[in-house]
């Protein structure tokens, strides 16, 4: 793989999103869900929520997205840590799931990871 090719986005819980996971690294490409709470038209910041905990996004290379505060909102992109060790999600892709249901997206999300650990293990012997 060459080494700009575009990485895919690791699905992570805005929980899991704590300076202590391994998802909270540096240029780490996530993917994250949650519901916008806030939107600066002139900063191009989104504010998204999960089970009380927020991430702010930088929207500024997205177009023909219409944010609406109550909306739900998925975004690709890259993971920056500012000094303060706060998080920025740099999106590169972003789209509207109004709709889906948060819990049964956890779920799901945690079967995927169940499955993905079993065919690993497996693999190996």
Same mark, same amino acid.
Do not use: C, W
């Given at each position: 793989?060459?080494?700009?090719? *575009? ?7 805005? #929980?899991?999103?704590? #300076?202590?996971?391994?998802? %909270? ?5 996530? &993917? ?9 038209? !002139?900063?191009? =910041?989104?504010? =998204? ?14 177009? !023909?997205?219409? %944010?609406?505060?109550?909306? =739900? %909102?998925?975004? *690709?992109? !890259?993971?920056?840590?500012? #000094?303060?060790? !706060?998080?920025?999600?740099?999106? &590169?892709?972003? &789209?509207?799931?109004?709709? =889906? ?25």
């Amino acid at each position: 793989m060459a080494s700009g090719a *575009i990485k895919s986005g690791a699905l992570v819980t805005l #929980p899991e999103l704590q #300076p202590s996971s391994e998802f %909270f690294k540096e240029g780490s490409s996530l &993917r994250v869900t949650g519901k916008l709470q806030e939107y600066s038209v !002139e900063t191009a =910041i989104a504010v =998204i929520a999960d089970q009380n905990v927020i991430l702010k996004i930088d929207t500024q290379h997205l177009r !023909e997205l219409s %944010f609406r505060v109550g909306s =739900i %909102f998925q975004f *690709i992109g !890259e993971l920056h840590i500012q #000094p303060n060790n !706060e998080a920025i999600l740099q999106a &590169r892709t972003g &789209r509207n799931v109004d709709g =889906i249901d948060l819990d049964l997206y956890h779920q799901s999300l945690q079967l995927v990871r169940q499955f993905q650990a079993e065919r690993m293990n497996s693999a190996t012997t």
